[in-house]
């Protein structure tokens, strides 16, 4: 694919593009959050932010100025609503071609994940995924990402022309305030997609697991099953999702997109609530990242305590009930 | 069939997370290394039961890594790779490890390329798509099942707001997550054979990294655990609002 001669794109120097993902018409939160980010990197370059989308969404593109946008390119090929890093890295090539942006900006969340790397490969520009923090710029360009699932961190210097940034869901704040951008559409030919889709399932939770910032999770201490409904009832009540920990997946008392930890998925909510799970450093290896951590255990020597930042030891099936009951007392709800 | 499965050594999962040389290098002293899981219990296990379903499979492993990667080849061959070639150079980064597993799959006639998701050390989750990018191929990312009839592949993966099964002609790139298989323990026989399997060293091609690491920085200690007494734990809620401002 050549450059659209069709294309008036003005290019400006140092240009941060980001990457607008979205599922069923409607944009990310953690893809907000990408904004949000480019648009500080923007300011700290004293350039400006971009958005590339790609597909259809239903809401109005122009209202990301709001976060800061200038302007959203969009590719509205209905085929790009499905994912193909294959092909989305083509188009994505040619934009920053024509645009010349130097810093493209990702979720680092599952679009993000088999996106950015082919992107990286196909311009030689140097990537850093997790990232967790804004660039230090004073001298070169250092991201900060996690490392060892979360038991670490790394500075990591993007050593080409053009940098790849992927931001961690949750990592980085929405900052919303007021604006239009301007949509700009791109035609580009869309060669036919490899991969035929059979079928998809979409996700039962209300909140998805990765996007949520709480996530009330149960363990083995909760004996089985059929006394999920607790941990349900209490995650609904805060607007969180469920997870479960390895040993309550393997059993299929829950479903694996459930499992979080070391082979499970990494997440980082706002709040984490443990509920009989011993806290395995395989089980805190996918959960360290959460700014506040609750477990609730009847063992005081359960290993999850020395990685709380608040703590019951007790019966989780006394317990829980009391805390929906406190919940709903705060919420006013009946 | 000819898969490739791309390997990686990283420190064990309980290992401790320590920094030397003024927070520059990991402190590998002590540490236990392993197969990464990912590219171990899931990439390999299922090339193995495609090779146990179809004879003529074979399996050839790649590892990006110095001498000291030679005790986790072994390993895998004992799982059950047929034979492995080590690319002798230090793994700089992703797409470093990514360009020198292309300049060998490229010789190679590979129907079909997996990895793990990502490594558990750098948690990059970069070097398969990249590996896609070089070879331009398709890439299935975060594949959760997998399943093969003659030259098509049946993956179910994880795409933003759910899962999704995709029908894909190979040759194909698959990174792999749990779903896809099951770990399993190395027989005796296959420790036996694993020592006279081909272990391949080749020199790597000149690439340059595109990224450096300049320091590592471990995360501030938790303060510690405020319990709240299991006697009244409407106050963790109280706390939780009025404290953690949180709910």
């Known amino acids: 694919m050549g450059q659209r001669s069709n294309w008036k794109i003005k290019k400006i120097n140092h ?66 609503n499905h994912l193909d890093s294959q092909a989305d890295a083509k188009v994505l090539t040619e934009v920053v071609n024509a645009t010349g942006a130097k810093v493209i900006v990702f979720s680092n969340n599952l679009s993000g994940k088999a996106i950015a790397p082919r992107l990286s490969a196909s311009l030689r520009a140097a990537l850093v995924t997790g990232a967790v923090a804004l660039p230090e710029t004073t001298s070169g360009f250092v991201v900060k990402k996690t490392v060892f699932s979360g038991k670490a961190f790394a500075h990591v210097s993007l050593n080409t022309p053009i940098k790849i940034i992927s ?124 700014k506040v951590i609750v477990v609730i255990n009847k063992d005081p020597e359960a290993p999850f305590f020395k990685a709380a930042d608040y703590g019951i030891v007790g019966d989780a099936f006394e317990i829980v009930p009391k805390l929906i009951e406190a919940v709903k007392k705060l919420k006013g709800v009946a | ?137 398709p890439f299935i990312s975060l594949a959760s099942k997998f399943e093969l009839d003659n030259i098509t592949a049946t993956v179910t993966r994880q795409i933003e707001g759910g899962e999704e099964t995709d029908e894909v002609k190979l040759p194909i790139v698959v990174s792999c997550q749990k779903g896809v298989a099951e770990q399993r323990i190395p027989n005796m026989k296959g420790i036996m054979s694993a020592r006279s399997k081909p272990l391949k060293v080749v020199e790597p091609v000149v690439i340059e990294p595109l990224t450096s690491i300049v320091s590592f920085e471990l995360p501030p200690a938790k303060a510690g655990v405020r319990l709240v007494s299991a006697d009244h734990p409407e106050e963790l809620i109280r706390l939780l609002h009025e404290e953690a401002k949180l709910i």
């Not at chain 2, 597993?101 to 070097?127: C, P, Q, R, W």
């Open chain 1, 167 to 290: 931001i961690n869901p949750n990592s980085y704040q929405v900052v919303e305030g007021s604006g239009t951008a301007e949509v700009v559409p791109l035609n580009v030919e869309i060669k036919d997609s490899k991969i035929k889709v059979s079928g998809v399932s979409k996700t039962s939770g209300e909140v998805p697991l990765t996007e949520a910032e709480i996530v009330v999770s149960g363990g083995r201490g909760l004996k089985g099953p059929e006394n999920w409904g607790m941990i349900e009832d209490l995650a609904r009540l805060l607007h969180g999702a469920t997870a479960c920990s390895r040993p309550v997946a393997d059993a299929h008392w829950r479903p694996h997109n459930e499992h979080v930890g070391q082979t499970g998925i990494a997440i980082a909510p706002n709040l984490y609530i443990a509920i009989g799970i011993s806290g395995a450093i395989q089980h805190l290896a996918g959960v360290n990242r959460s």
């Open chain 2, 1 to 137: 069939m000819k898969i490739l499965i791309c390997i990686s050594k990283t420190p064990d999962t309980t290992a401790k997370i320590a920094f030397k040389d003024n927070n520059t290098k990991f402190a590998a002293d002590g540490v236990q290394w392993i197969i990464n899981p990912y590219d171990e219990w899931y990439a390999l296990v299922r090339a193995i039961e495609i090779k146990e379903k179809d004879s003529t499979a074979i399996l050839h492993l790649i590892c990006v890594g110095a001498a000291d990667a030679d005790p986790i080849i072994r390993k895998a061959l004992a799982l059950g790779g047929d034979e492995a070639i080590r690319v002798n150079a230090d793994s700089h980064d992703s797409f470093y490890i990514a360009a020198q597993i292309a300049e060998i799959a490229k010789l190679g006639g590979y129907d079909l390329i997996f990895t793990g998701k990502e490594t558990i050390d750098y948690n990059g989750s970069s070097v398969g798509g990249m590996l896609a990018a070089l070879l331009d191929l």
């Open chain 1, 15 to 80: 240009m941060v593009l980001v990457f607008i993902d979205h599922a069923e018409g409607q944009i990310k939160k953690s893809s907000l959050e990408a904004l949000s980010y480019g648009v500080k990197i923007a300011e700290l370059l004293n350039t400006e932010a971009e958005g590339i989308l790609l597909g259809t969404v239903t809401s109005n593109l122009a209202d990301l100025g709001k976060y800061g946008a200038k302007k959203i390119y969009q590719v509205s090929s209905e085929s790009l």
